[in-house]
T-cell receptor, first 114, second 116 residues
Framework: NAGVTQTPKFQVLKTGQSMTLQCAQDMNHEYMSWYRQDPGMGLRLIHYSVGAGITDQGEVPNGYNVSRSTTEDFPLRLLSAAPSQTSVYFC?????????????FGPGTRLTVT | GDSVTQMEGPVTLSEEAFLTINCTYTATGYPSLFWYVQYPGEGLQLLLKATKADDKGSNKGFEATYRKETTSFHLEKGSVQVSDSAVYFCALSDGMTTDSWGKLQFGAGTQVVVTP
């Protein structure tokens, strides 16, 4: 099993460009999340999904869009990239259910916006 | 809201030294607590977890005990190796609603550097 995969691994964008970060999982987990990691700030939740067709905002949703049409995929869209969105982005999944709160992470996408 | 505070790094140690990374939390109810490890250029891996008070999580020589009275979950290892050099994150899930099952609250991370 591949677990959680993310593409691309690295990306450079110019301010104002748009792009989609891909996330796919073969763990059959209902819950999927996107985080960004910035130095000294840990991981902050951008958006999350509790199942196909259901998404909600996290702590830092502005400038990002998500949709979840299948259990396996959870793409993150940057609508108009800004330098403040330079970060490392992680997708994560969790099984859900009482006691199953741990999340499993992809390898990350390192994004630079110039 | 929920929050996690962990000691700032970097923590620099010699091989075979004792490692402690402090983590305290603020949460309503009875959260589950986690330690994740991130090696350079990689994603986060679950290191250990504890789901109720006085539980001890352990893995790869690392241990942490869920202390509700002090709202703490300190990570310890008795004898570190160079391969333990990484960033360590403390995290919690309050688990109070089905909505919360898709989210973790993280501390800022502590970088650990082990020298030969």
């Amino acid at each position: 099993n591949a677990g959680v995969t993310q593409t691309p691994k690295f990306q450079v964008l110019k301010t104002g460009q748009s792009m989609t970060l891909q996330c796919a999982q073969d763990m059959n987990h209902e819950y999927m999340s996107w985080y960004r990691q910035d130095p000294g700030m840990g991981l902050r939740l951008i958006h999350y999904s509790v199942g196909a067709g259901i998404t909600d905002q996290g702590e830092v949703p502005n400038g990002y869009n998500v949709s979840r049409s299948t259990t396996e995929d959870f793409p993150l869209r940057l609508l108009s990239a800004a330098p403040s969105q330079t970060s490392v982005y992680f997708c994560a999944t969790s099984k859900g259910g009482t006691g199953n709160y741990e999340q499993y992470f992809g390898p990350g996408t390192r994004l630079t916006v110039t | 809201g929920d929050s996690v505070t962990q000691m700032e790094g970097p923590v620099t140690l010699s091989e075979e030294a004792f490692l402690t990374i402090n983590c305290t939390y603020t949460a309503t109810g009875y959260p589950s607590l986690f330690w994740y490890v991130q090696y350079p250029g990689e994603g986060l891996q679950l290191l250990l977890k504890a789901t109720k008070a006085d539980d001890k999580g352990s893995n790869k020589g690392f241990e942490a005990t869920y202390r509700k009275e002090t709202t703490s979950f300190h990570l310890e290892k008795g004898s570190v190796q160079v391969s333990d050099s990484a960033v360590y994150f403390c995290a919690l899930s309050d688990g109070m609603t089905t909505d919360s099952w898709g989210k973790l609250q993280f501390g800022a991370g502590t970088q650990v550097v082990v020298t030969p």
